[in-house]
C-alpha cells in the first residue's frame, strides 16, 4: 500500500452501520465530525432503524446518510463503502464516542508506513458506571473498562481502518451476521496492525432486554459455531455453573443474572441458526 505525504493526506470516508441507536448516533456522529484529521466524510447507513436513528442524522451537517431495509451490519457497511470517496476506509459503530485525534492515530500507520490497515485495543467502556455494562464486560471474562485483556496482540484479524482498494479486492465484507467484521482480514490473509494511541469509548448494553438481542445476535452469527460444541456449551446446568462461578468471584449478584440472560440470548440464536441450515 502506498504511503501519503503529511502536506496531502488523503480523504478518510467514516462509514457507520446504524440500528435503532437513537440513543447514542448524534453523539457518535458530532464526534466524529469534531475530529482533527482532514479531508474527512463520514457516512451513515440507517439499516432499517424502527427509531429516530434516520431522523437525527438527517437533521445533522456534514454527514451523509443512507438508508436500506434491516439486513445486517455488513450489507450496511458495504454499501457505505460502496458510495465512499475516500482512499481510506474506517468502520466505526454508533454507539462509540471519539476524541478529537481518533482518526488522526489510527491512520497513522497506514499513512506512515503504508500498512494495510489497523484496529485499535484502546475501546474503552463509555458506560461502566451502569451495572449492566459493567456486567456485561466482567460475565465476558473482560476488563471491567476496557474491551481488550492486557497483553493483547499488535495483529489482530479486525480492521478497524484499511485502504479501499484491499476492502474492494477482497469483496468487502461477508455477510455471515455476528462474526462479519472479522472477514475482510481472514481473506485478505494479513492481519491489522495497532494504532498507538487510536482511544475510544463504546456504549455496551446497559438493560437486561439489550443483552438478551445482544446475545441473541451473537448467536446467530458464524463466529460462536465456529466454536467445538457450541450449542453444548450453553446447556442449562453449564449456564448455571458458569453463573455462579462469577458472581462467587467477583462477589456481585448481578453477575449471576446476566449470564442467565447472556446464555439463554446466544442458545436461542444457536438453535435458530441450526434450525435455518438444515
Known amino acids: 500500500m502506498r504511503q501519503a505525504a503529511a502536506s496531502n493526506p488523503p480523504l478518510v470516508s467514516a462509514v457507520i452501520a446504524a440500528h435503532d441507536e437513537s440513543r447514542y448516533v448524534a453523539r457518535c456522529v458530532g464526534t466524529l465530525l469534531a475530529q482533527t484529521y482532514r479531508p474527512l466524510e463520514v457516512i451513515v447507513v440507517d439499516d432499517g432503524s424502527r427509531d429516530g436513528t434516520a431522523r437525527i442524522v438527517a437533521a445533522m451537517e456534514g454527514v451523509r446518510l443512507l438508508r436500506q431495509s434491516h439486513r445486517g451490519a455488513a450489507v450496511a457497511r458495504n454499501e457505505g463503502a460502496r458510495v465512499a470517496g475516500g482512499e481510506l476506509l474506517v468502520f466505526l459503530d454508533a454507539d462509540m464516542e471519539f476524541p478529537p485525534q481518533f482518526i488522526e492515530r489510527l491512520v497513522a500507520p497506514m499513512l506512515e508506513r503504508g500498512t494495510t490497515g489497523t484496529f485499535t485495543r484502546e475501546i474503552k467502556v463509555a458506560n461502566g458506571h451502569h451495572r449492566w455494562a459493567r ?144
Open 135 to 278: 456486567a456485561h464486560m466482567l460475565g465476558r471474562f473482560l476488563p471491567a473498562d476496557c474491551h481488550f485483556p492486557p497483553g493483547f496482540p499488535d495483529r489482530w484479524e479486525n480492521y478497524r481502518a484499511l485502504w479501499r482498494e484491499a476492502f474492494w479486492r477482497v469483496g468487502g465484507f461477508d455477510d455471515v451476521g455476528h462474526g462479519e467484521d472479522i472477514t475482510v482480514g481472514r481473506k485478505l490473509g494479513v492481519l491489522a496492525e495497532v494504532a498507538p494511541g487510536a482511544v475510544c469509548y463504546h456504549h455496551e448494553p446497559d438493560t437486561l432486554a439489550d443483552i438478551f438481542r445482544s446475545a441473541h445476535w451473537a448467536g446467530r452469527g458464524e463466529r460462536v459455531r465456529e466454536r467445538p460444541g457450541a450449542i453444548r456449551g450453553y446447556l442449562p446446568w453449564r449456564t448455571l455453573r458458569r453463573a455462579i462461578g462469577l458472581a462467587w468471584r467477583h462477589r456481585m449478584p448481578s453477575l449471576f443474572v446476566y449470564r442467565l440472560v447472556w446464555d439463554a440470548g446466544v442458545l436461542l440464536g444457536l438453535l435458530q441458526g441450526r434450525a435455518r441450515a438444515k
